[in-house]
């Protein structure tokens, strides 16, 4: 490991202007604003309408607000990183239609597929680049369109996802700021849980395979429920002992927007109080990707140098970690 750290020195979001409400699902499903409110957090999502415009949209608009608040040359980013299960198609890569768009013209680009894991996965990978020495700008994008992959008349899935797309971008540092410590895991045994089945080359679209609805996102709620409450709440107390961390010297949770049942049960665990948790699960529901970079979007302003920040995730693979962040900058 060198003494190079890879700070987050600028953070870019976006999300649709469409607000699918409560109100307006539960005249598309058997479902109850009262029901969605106590079972999840969620009031209200976003949804990126309109023909043949893909997650791709959520990341361009995301990258060019962080082009435009951090006021970056584009063609000075090494590396754009893109963390989605949503992609606009199985290939190119999202990464490169993005980078592309924004102008980082000598980027190298890829996308990244670790579900709602997606961008802590990313942020870290991007952070290994940069502490290597090899580059100096690193762009990690998390964003999904999630309505893309729901089944509006699923009542146990469509109520929780909605669409966005928040940024980061990396830079070198000496001073101890930056990403800290880490632990990732990941275990295939989860895919039972949680997927969508068809789509890929095991199952490749056909009649039956649209008939069957398999290329919607398949949930069994209350297993994932468990693995998320025990997984995230765990790694993160773990991340915070070995870096000693006490709860009174972690500034904010930034937990991953699946439920806030599940939000609350790793902020009791870590013995963070519900001020210094970060959310925004009422405005946006569960963006996959895009949850953990939109809450430091939200945030931003509250953040002070030298905060430090406990990151969790868990999602479909399954896949979980925690990431410990001191933060770099004040705005
Ligand atoms: O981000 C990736 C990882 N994903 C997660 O972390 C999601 C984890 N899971 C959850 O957040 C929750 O399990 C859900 C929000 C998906 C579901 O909440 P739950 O408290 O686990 O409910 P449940 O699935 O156990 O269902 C309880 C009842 C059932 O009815 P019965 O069988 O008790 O009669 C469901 O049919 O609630 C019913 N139900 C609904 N009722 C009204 C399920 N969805 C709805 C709905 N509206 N939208």
């Given at each position: ?10 953070v870019g979001g976006y999300v649709p202007d469409y607000i699918l409400t409560n109100?307006e ?16 957090g969620i009031k209200e999502r976003r949804i990126l309408k309109g023909?043949?415009r893909g997650v791709s949209v959520l990341g361009i608009e995301a990258v060019k607000d962080l082009?435009a608040k ?12 893109f963390a989605t299960?949503t ?7 999202t990464?490169?239609?993005v ?17 709602c894991?997606g961008f ?21 994008i998390g964003g999904d369109k999630m309505s893309a992959?729901m ?9 929780i996802f909605g669409d966005g797309a928040g940024c980061v ?85 930034v937990?991953h927007q699946a ?19 970060m959310m925004n699960i009422e405005r946006y529901g569960n963006t996959t990707g895009g949850t953990i970079p939109l809450l430091l979007w939200d945030y931003e302003k ?30």
């Amino acid at each position: 490991m060198t003494n190079i750290r890879a700070a987050i020195t600028g953070v870019g979001g976006y999300v649709p202007d469409y607000i699918l409400t409560n109100q307006e699902l539960e005249t598309m499903v058997d479902t109850s604003d009262e029901w969605i409110t106590s079972r999840t957090g969620i009031k209200e999502r976003r949804i990126l309408k309109g023909e043949g415009r893909g997650v791709s949209v959520l990341g361009i608009e995301a990258v060019k607000d962080l082009i435009a608040k951090t006021k970056i040359d584009p063609k000075e980013i090494d590396l754009v990183i893109f963390a989605t299960v949503t992609a606009d198609m199985t290939f190119p890569a999202t990464a490169n239609l993005v980078a592309t768009a924004v102008g980082a013209t000598n980027a190298f680009s890829f996308d990244m597929s670790a579900a709602c894991s997606g961008f802590i996965f990313a942020l870290t990978t991007g952070a290994s680049y940069i502490q290597s020495g090899m580059y100096k700008k690193v762009v990690v994008i998390g964003g999904d369109k999630m309505s893309a992959i729901m089944d509006y008349t699923d009542r146990t899935t469509c109520i929780i996802f909605g669409d966005g797309a928040g940024c980061v971008l990396l830079e070198p540092a000496t001073e101890d700021v930056g990403v800290i410590d880490y632990i990732l895991k990941s275990d295939g045994s989860g895919e039972s849980y949680l997927h969508m089945k068809a789509g890929g080359s095991r199952y490749p679209a056909s009649l039956e395979t649209i008939n069957a609805r398999h290329h919607f996102v398949y949930q069994e709620g209350a297993a994932v429920f468990k693995f998320a409450v025990t997984h995230m709440a765990e790694v993160s107390a773990q991340l915070a002992e070995r870096n000693h961390l006490k709860a009174d010297d972690i500034a904010w949770l930034v937990p991953h927007q699946a439920n806030k049942r599940i939000i609350d049960a790793t902020a009791q665990r870590v013995g963070i109080t519900e001020d210094k948790v970060m959310m925004n699960i009422e405005r946006y529901g569960n963006t996959t990707g895009g949850t953990i970079p939109l809450l430091l979007w939200d945030y931003e302003k509250k953040l002070k140098k030298g905060d430090n920040l406990i990151i969790s995730a868990f999602g479909g693979g399954f896949t979980w970690g925690a990431v410990y962040v001191k933060w770099a900058y004040n705005s």
